[in-house]
T-cell receptor
C-alpha cells in the first residue's frame, strides 16, 4: 500500500537558519503530495501541495518539489522564524491510476522548534 | 468563519463507557473524515463519508461506528471504550472525495483519555 516516510525529529534550529525536512513516499498511480502544518492546540492546515512530477509547491517561504525519480517531496525554507515552530506532516493522495476516494496517507510528523 | 467544529475538546472515559464525538462543517463540503493521531504514527483514517448517505471504513475502524447525519454533520461513536483508544481525534472535510486538488480542512481535535 501507499506509505510516507519523514525524517525523524525533533528538529531544533536557531532563527534564520535553513530548514530541510525530508519526505519520501511509495505509491501506485500518480499521487498528489502535500505538506500540512499543525500549530500547538490546533488541527492540521494545508501548507503547500504539488499534483504532478516536477511541480514546486510554495507558501509562506516554504517550498517543496515533487521528484518522481527519487520519490521525494522534501520541505525547505531559507530562513526560519520562531513562529514556524510546529509539527509538519508530509502526505500523499492517490490520483490518476489509483483508487482515488480522497484518502490521504500521512507521514508520522516532524516536530520543529525554532529558538530566537 | 467556523470551518470544522468538533465537540467536546477534552474527554475522560472509564473503560467500557460509551460516547459520541460530534463534528460539523459549514463549508458545504461533500466528504468528511475521522482520523486519530498517536505519537510517532501520524494520522490514521478511522472512517470516512465520501458523500451524504455513504460511509466507509478506513485503516483502523475496529471499535468505532460513524453516522453521517446530514451533509454538515458526521459523528464518531465509541460503544465500549478501551485504553487503546486514548488518542487525539480529528474530523476533517473536503469539497469532493477523489479530487486531489481539494485540500482537507481539519477541526481542532478532541483529546480523549480512557482509563
Amino acid at each position: 500500500g501507499d506509505s510516507v516516510t519523514q525524517m525523524e525529529g525533533p528538529v531544533t534550529l536557531s532563527e534564520e537558519a535553513f530548514l530541510t525536512i525530508n519526505c519520501t513516499y511509495t505509491a501506485t498511480g500518480y499521487p498528489s503530495l502535500f505538506w500540512y502544518v499543525q500549530y500547538p492546540g490546533e488541527g492540521l492546515q494545508l501548507l503547500l501541495k504539488a499534483t504532478k512530477a516536477d511541480d514546486k509547491g510554495s507558501n509562506k517561504g516554504f517550498e517543496a518539489t515533487y521528484r518522481k525519480e527519487t520519490t521525494s517531496f522534501h520541505l525547505e525554507k531559507g530562513s526560519v522564524q520562531v513562529s514556524d515552530s510546529a509539527v509538519y506532516f508530509c502526505a500523499l493522495s492517490e490520483g490518476r491510476g489509483g483508487t482515488s476516494y480522497g484518502k490521504l496517507t500521512f507521514g508520522q510528523g516532524t516536530i520543529l522548534t525554532v529558538h530566537p | 468563519n467556523a470551518g470544522v467544529t468538533q465537540t467536546p475538546k477534552f474527554q475522560v472515559l472509564k473503560t467500557g463507557q460509551s460516547m459520541t464525538l460530534q463534528c460539523a462543517q459549514d463549508m458545504n463540503h461533500n466528504s468528511m473524515y475521522w482520523y486519530r493521531q498517536d505519537p510517532g504514527m501520524g494520522l490514521r483514517l478511522i472512517y470516512y463519508s465520501a458523500s451524504e448517505g455513504t460511509t466507509d471504513k478506513g485503516e483502523v475502524p475496529n471499535g468505532y461506528n460513524v453516522s453521517r447525519l446530514n451533509k454538515r454533520e458526521f459523528s464518531l461513536r465509541l460503544e465500549s471504550a478501551a485504553p487503546s483508544q486514548t488518542s487525539v481525534y480529528f474530523c476533517a472535510s473536503r469539497r469532493l472525495a477523489g479530487t486531489v486538488e481539494s485540500p482537507l480542512h481539519f477541526g481542532n481535535g478532541t483529546r480523549l483519555t480512557v482509563t
